[in-house]
């Protein structure tokens, strides 16, 4: 069964920083583009990062660069958010996306590119 489960959400100060992982089971990870989304409350979905499948080159969105670094280990098939700087404005569930793609660039940040999604993991920002 192809699955992809997400960890290390949590409440989080202000400032603060965070470390989200994805770990993938039930497919070859190696050739499976990926990506980081979130959904605030009343918000629409919306892609913050992602990395192609083997080279590891990424893309990030205006809102968040500078302050999310996405990596993945593909020999432990996880993907993973190192998020800096906390602020109120990135409360939200992040989930993390793939899709069977062999690139050398990133995939996209549209969740239509994506077609195998995590359960998301709640981050929350106190202020």
């Known amino acids: 069964e192809v699955q992809l489960q997400a960890s290390g959400g949590g409440l989080v100060q202000a400032g603060g920083s965070l470390r989200l992982s994805c770990a993938a089971s039930?497919?070859?990870?190696?050739?499976?583009?990926t990506a980081w989304f979130r959904q605030a409350p009343g918000k629409e979905r919306e892609g913050v990062s992602c990395?192609?499948?083997?080279?590891?080159?990424?893309h990030a969105a205006d809102s968040v660069k500078g302050r999310f670094t996405i990596s993945r280990i593909n020999d432990k098939k996880t993907l993973y958010l190192q998020i800096t700087s906390l602020n109120p404005e990135d409360k939200a569930a992040y989930y993390c996306?793939?899709?069977?793609?062999?690139?050398?660039?990133?995939?996209?940040?549209?969740?239509?590119?994506?077609?195998?999604w995590g359960q998301g993991t709640q981050v929350t920002v106190s202020s």
């Open positions: 996306a793939a899709k069977s793609v062999i690139l050398t660039a990133p995939l996209g940040t549209h969740q239509y590119e994506y077609d195998t």
């Open positions: 039930g497919f070859t990870f190696d050739d499976y583009s």
């Open positions: 990395i192609s499948s083997r080279d590891g080159s990424t």
